[in-house]
Nanobody, 122 residues
Framework: QLQLVESGGALVQPGGSLRLSCAASGFTMDYPVIGWFRQAPGGEREGVSCINNYDGLTYYADSVKGRFTISRDNAKNTWYLQMNNLKTEDTAVYYC???????????????WGQGTQVTVSS
C-alpha cells in the first residue's frame, strides 16, 4: 500500500522560500504521477503542480508559475515542491498525492498524504 508523508511546512514571511518534501513508500511504481495540492481555510482544494515520473513533464497552476518548482529524487523516493517569493495567498495546508493521470484535478489522484501547514505572514 502506498504511503505519502509530507514535511517542510512552516511560518514564513512574504517573499520568503520553503521547500516541501513528500516521501513515498509502498507500491510507488503503480502511481507514476505525483501532485501537490493545497487547501486554504474555508476554501476548496486546488491543484498546484504535478510531475509525471515516466517522462518528467511538469504542470503548474497559473497562480504559482515562475515561483514554484516540482522535482524528484528517485533514489530517495521523495518529491519536492520548492516555493519561492511566497505570498500571503499561498497560505494553506499542502498535500501530496499519487495518481496515474497527470493533471491538477484532485479526483484523479488515488493516495494522499496527511498534509503540512504553510503560513505566509509578516
Amino acid at each position: 500500500q502506498l504511503q505519502l508523508v509530507e514535511s517542510g511546512g512552516a511560518l514564513v514571511q512574504p517573499g520568503g522560500s520553503l521547500r516541501l518534501s513528500c516521501a513515498a513508500s509502498g507500491f510507488t511504481m503503480d502511481y507514476p504521477v505525483i501532485g501537490w495540492f493545497r487547501q486554504a481555510p474555508g476554501g476548496e482544494r486546488e491543484g498546484v503542480s504535478c510531475i509525471n515520473n515516466y517522462d518528467g513533464l511538469t504542470y503548474y497552476a497559473d497562480s504559482v508559475k515562475g515561483r514554484f518548482t516540482i522535482s524528484r529524487d528517485n533514489a530517495k523516493n521523495t518529491w519536492y515542491l520548492q516555493m519561492n517569493n511566497l505570498k500571503t495567498e499561498d497560505t494553506a495546508v499542502y498535500y501530496c498525492a499519487a495518481g496515474v493521470v497527470a493533471g491538477l484535478l484532485d479526483y484523479e489522484y488515488n493516495s494522499w498524504g496527511q498534509g503540512t501547514q504553510v503560513t505566509v505572514s509578516s
